[in-house]
Structures are given as C-alpha cells and as structure tokens.
C-alpha cells in the first residue's frame, strides 16, 4: 500500500517534470480540453440558465394557483369538443367562492374571476396598443407574488362599485407616462377614462414570450361595463396547500362541476390548467436542448481527448528505453500503467482548470453586459469538469499507457 | 573453481565463493524473425556463487546478450532450468520478474540509462521507490552508495552536468542501492574514454573487494581479464568456462 503510494507521488513528480519540459506540446495538448471544457461547462451554464429562467417564468404563474379554463394549455386536436363548451362566466366564481366557504377543511382558499381582451393604453399624445387589459375583482391582490412599485391594488368598494380605477403594469406605464408619476392622472383605456391607482412592479417575461408588464388591470364591474365579458373569463383559483395540488384539483373538479350544473356521468366541460402541467410539456423540449447541446459540446471534448490520447502515444514512443530502464530497476506492469495516466490525466486536469477558468470569466462578462442571457455559474459545475477532465485523461491515456506496461524489457532497452 | 592468479594480475585478491546465486541448466531461447527461427541459445548451463566476479564473454551474435537478459530476469527461457537463490525464475509471470530484479539484481548498462531530468540522487533513489522505501530512508540510502561511488558532492546535480564517468559511476550507486546479489554490467566502459574504463574498473574491483558479486558482459579482452573467471560464448554455446590466467 505504501508502495503505491510512493510510486504515486513518484508518477506526478515525473508527469509534471514532463509537462515543464514539453511546455509548448503540453500547452497546446491542453488546448484541445480547454476548448471542450469550455463548451460543454458553458453548456451547462446555458441549461441552468434556462432552467431557472423557466422556473422563475412558471413562478409568475404561481405554483399555489389552478386555473380554471375552457381550454386546456397546449396543443388540441378535438378543438371543436373544446369551442362547443359554454364559456366559463365571472360570476361562477362568486358561486364557487360560495362552495369553498361551506366546505369544512377546503383545500381551497378563494376564487377569482379574470376576464381579459386586448386594449390600448392612452395618456395625452402617448399611446400604447395591444395592451392585455384584464377585469378581476379585488381578490386577484391575493394571487400575484408582484409588489406594487408605486400604489395600490382596487379595494373591494372600488371594485364592487365599479369605479373606473386602474393598476398599469411597469412596462405599460413606462411608455406612457415616461419618468412621470402616473398615480392619480387619468388614462384612456380604449376610449374610456380611467384614474391611474397603481403601478406594479417589474416582473419580466413569461418565457420570453408574453410579458407581464404589459398589461392594464381593472375592476371586473367597470371592465364588464366598458367591454364585453360575454367570451368569458377564466377562474384563478388560489390552493391553500401547495404540497395537496393533486387533491385540491379533484375538490375543485367537483366544486366546479356544480357550478356549472353538470350532471354525474357528463364529461367535464372546463379544464384545470396549472403550472405543473407547464412543466410536463415543456420538459422533453428542455431535455431535448440539453442532449443535442451536449452531445455537439461533447463531441469538441472528444477531439480534445484524441489530442492527449495521441500525445500520449508520442510521450511512450520518446520515453520507451526510459520504460526498459524502469522495468529493469524494477517497475511493475501498473507502476508504468499508472505512470501514463497520471501523465494524460495531469494535462487534462490542467486543461480542466484552465477551461472552467475561462468559462467562469466568460460567464461574468456575459451576466454583466448582456443581463438577458440566462447564464449561471454553479459549484456543481467545477465538480462535473473537474470530473469530465479526469476522466477524459483516463480514457484516453488508458491505450498508450497499457502499451507501455506491456512492452518487452528486453525490446525496450534496446530502442533507440 | 578458484581462479588462480595470472602473472600480471599477481597481487589481486581472490575472496572465496559463497552460496549458489545462480543456477542456470540446459537453456535454450528461441526467436521468430519472421520465417525464420534463431536459436540464440542452444542449451546453456552455469552456476554463479556469491563473491564471485565473472565476465561473459563473446562476439556478436553468440548469444551474449541474450543469456544477459536471461541472468538479468529480463527475459524467461523457452526450456531449461533456471534458479535464482533456489527460486525459479523460467516459470515467473511479468510481475514476479519485475519484484526479482528490484531486490536482486543491479543493473549498469553501457549507455548508463540514466532519467535525464532526475538529480542524481533521484536516479539513484528510483530503484528503492520500486522497493517501497519511505522518502527518509531513500535518501539516506541513496546518499550513502553515492558516497561509496565517490560522488558524495554531485548529488544535485543532472545527468547532462556531469561528465561520462561521472554518469556511469551513478549508475553504479543505483545498481548498488537496493544492495542486489549480484550487480550486472552490459559493456559498462562500451561509452567511455580509457583512462575513464580504467577507472570504472577501479571501481569494481573496489565493489568486489567490499563483497558484491559482479557479472560483466563484454567483448574486450582486456575488461574481461579484471574478473576472476571468464565464460565464453559462441553459437549459443558455452566454449569455454574457467578462471582468469
């Protein structure tokens, strides 16, 4: 045991006496695992980066938040089964507030109704159209996770009485109002006035695809007044119990369905969209970004492993009277094995270190001037290439070093 | 078996042989080169005792280098007997041999083999790495057959800062460290200048004198005669085998 541990310490004196005698081979060796440590490390970061903007995307959904709906999310086929429904109306949610209050043990907190239609935003001369204009009832300030940067939600009386008040979302009131506080100053929302209560804070994109700041929120009394809420609205229900998802959807289904008048044996005529069926869809697309990333990634490290692989075949070829010498003072078969590997190994672990360097510093300079490209560095990731480069060296030193194990003393001492 | 003295080498001790080292019966080695089979030996038998000091002997082509190898447990026979202290070597695996020659046998080549990047204590320590020394004790060993080679103020430095007699005397501390039974010498003066040989053989003499038992493989006439007995080879076979003189 001992032994192996001299002729350990023994290997990486050699492989970085080796490695200071062939700098430049050693460096541009090195090279190739920079490169492929680099890609599949930045690749990495590019999938977590992804992840947690998709994560933080969902969270604007709210994980605690069921979505009643006449459609479900994602793709149909059957679409006329879902346009035949009856329209979800706002004052189902009035009723289903009613059932959450009488059920004992509700796993329920409240429903809210949001009705919405695409509107346009106006203040004096500036004007902002295709604004996602939406109508709830005060309730809605106990679904959303946003702060208000300025102002207020609309109170039960305002929303009750339908007072022409409105929130506007950050990027809506940013145009519109420039640096200007817009709270007490009226807008047209359509053509109808409305006194500005409320500004909400920054929250960003939903998967960059539709953006939460762009939007107006209104009294559902004063949004039906001015708009039609004949389309229908969607139910937001808020579950008491975010780890109960699976047994809040079957009450709500039930809670639903009497809502609706629906018979036992009727297919049920709405769906519960949440966030975590998001996921499910969402997933394989993710996954599949990451194994076509690694994959193209992982092949820049292949390359790189066949630059060490054939400097180590090179290093054996140079070195084979020094291996007869070795074996004839007494070096085992896995004394010069592991001599090898150790050697290959030190390259790639230097190459490792030097690429995760690289990628650390490219991933500040990438979170620092382009803040909307989800990158993010993380300690599992030194752990990865630091693994990634120890066993690339292993895997491709492993040939040439058991060549050297298994070479002839005899054949050995005499090469020239 | 003692020699007995020559005219010229009066004076000389001769120390007296020890116990059987080297048990060697009826080896024969075989080689393919292609079509052909070479018979490099063809039926080999010697026996060397501790203390002696032995020269083989043989033009190129008699199967010198090849029952070198053979006593150097470089190289295993393809019939016949051989014993190392009572241990049978034709049958050892890799390994076996590899641990054999570590503890057993001290090498010096001609071209002196030495890592040209160590120091020449790390030469010297590189067999006692092999051998399972802690770092301590391979210093103090290897400082030691340093001095004893009279190199006790070069241990610092590298192959190519000294000169040829120079290498070769570590070389000699290295063959000497593990303290081997016998100490096996290819053409050890092959690379060096005369008066440089004469002082190698100096050296031996000196080794012998102190109790090791030195086996040197040459085609010189005149190194072979520092031994004390002198095996000749030609065709793979013994001619001749008996003291200097």
């Keep these: 045991m001992t032994r192996l541990i001299y002729e ?6 050699i ?43 969902l969270a604007m959904l709210g994980d605690d938040v069921l979505y009643v709906q006449k459609w479900p999310w994602g793709p149909v086929e059957d679409f006329w089964n879902y346009s035949n429904r009856p329209a979800i109306m706002p004052d ?11 059920t004992p043990n509700s796993l329920l907190e409240v429903a809210v109704p949001v009705s919405s239609r695409s509107t346009s935003v106006k203040y004096g001369e500036n004007k902002v159209s295709g604004v996602f204009t939406i109508g709830t009832t005060a309730d809605y300030g106990r679904l959303i996770s946003a702060d208000f940067s300025e102002g207020r939600l609309f109170n039960e009386t305002e929303a009750n009485g339908g007072r022409p008040v409105c929130v506007l979302g950050f990027d809506v009131a940013e145009a519109v109002f420039q640096n200007r506080s817009p709270l007490g100053e009226t807008v047209l929302v359509g053509s109808h006035p409305f006194t500005v209560i409320g500004v909400v804070a920054k929250q960003g994109s939903f998967l960059g695809l539709f953006s939460f700041d762009n939007q107006v929120i209104l009294p559902l009394e004063a949004f039906r007044k001015y708009f039609s809420v004949r389309r229908g609205a ?6 008491t119990d975010k780890m109960r998802v699976a047994e ?46 690694l994959f193209i990634t992982g092949l820049s490290l292949f390359v790189g492993a066949i630059g060490i692989m054939n400097i180590t075949f090179v290093s054996v070829k ?14 085992r078969r896995r004394t010069i094995l592991l001599q090898f590997l150790i050697e290959a190994v030190s390259i790639c672990l230097i190459g490792g270190i030097a690429g995760l360097l690289l990628t650390y510093t490219l991933v500040q300079v990438v979170s620092v001037t382009l803040p909307a490209i989800p990158v993010e560095f993380s300690v599992s990731l030194v752990f990865i290439s630091m693994a990634v480069s120890i066993a690339t060296g292993i895997v491709s030193g492993f040939a040439p070093a058991w060549g050297a194990s298994r070479l002839d003393p005899v054949v050995a001492l005499r090469y020239e | 078996m003692t020699p007995s003295l020559a005219p010229e080498l009066a004076g000389r001790i001769t120390r007296p042989a020890g116990p059987l080292v080297i048990d060697i019966a009826g080896v024969t080695k075989l080689y393919q080169m292609g079509e052909e089979i070479i018979h490099a030996l063809r039926g080999v038998s010697v026996k060397i005792h501790r203390n002696e000091y032995l020269a083989v002997m ?28 009572g241990k049978n070597v034709a049958t050892m695996v890799d390994d076996e041999l590899a641990d054999i020659r570590n503890r057993e046998i001290g090498f010096v080549f001609q071209t002196f083999n030495l890592l040209p990047r160590s120091t020449a204590l790390a030469n010297v320590e590189l067999p006692l790495i092999y051998a399972g020394y802690s770092p301590a004790e391979r210093k103090t060993k290897a400082i030691q057959a340093m001095q004893n080679v009279g190199l006790g103020d070069r241990l610092h430095h ?8 120079q290498r070769q005397r570590v070389a000699i501390a290295r063959a000497l460290v593990n303290s081997p039974s016998i100490i096996l010498a290819d053409e050890p003066t092959g690379n060096l200048d005369s008066k440089t040989g004469v002082e190698i053989m100096a050296l031996f003499e000196q080794l012998y004198a102190q109790g090791n038992t030195l086996i040197v493989v040459t085609h010189e006439e005149d190194i072979a005669r520092h031994a004390r007995r002198i095996v000749r080879l030609r065709d793979g076979l013994i001619e001749s085998d008996g003291p200097v003189g």
């Design chain 1, 92 to 102: 189902q949610a009035d009723k289903l507030n009613r059932i959450i209050e009488q």
């Design chain 1, 234 to 239: 969607e139910l937001r229900v808020k579950i």
């Design chain 2, 158 to 165: 590298r192959p190519n800062e000294l000169s040829g007699g």
């Design chain 1, 248 to 293: 809040a959807r079957e009450e709500l289904i039930g809670a639903v369905r009497r809502v609706r008048g629906q018979l036992p044996g009727e297919r049920d005529n709405f769906n519960i969209n949440e966030q975590g069926a998001f996921k499910a869809q969402l997933d394989p697309i993710k996954q599949g970004i990451a194994l076509a990333g």
């Design chain 1, 15 to 57: 492989a970085f006496a080796q490695i200071r005698a062939n700098k430049l081979r050693s460096i541009l060796t090195a090279l190739g695992v920079i490169i492929g440590i680099v890609a599949v490390t930045l690749m990495g970061t590019a999938i977590r980066g992804i992840d947690t903007g998709f994560n933080k995307s």
């Design chain 1, 318 to 331: 140079e070195r084979t009277k020094e291996i007869g010498t070795r074996k004839a003072l007494g070096a």
């Design chain 2, 58 to 85: 043989g033009p190129s082509g008699s199967g010198k280098s090849t029952l070198m190898n053979m006593l150097g447990c470089l190289d295993t026979p393809s019939e016949g007997r051989y014993e190392f202290t």
């Design chain 1, 8 to 13: 350990l310490t023994e290997s990486f004196r």
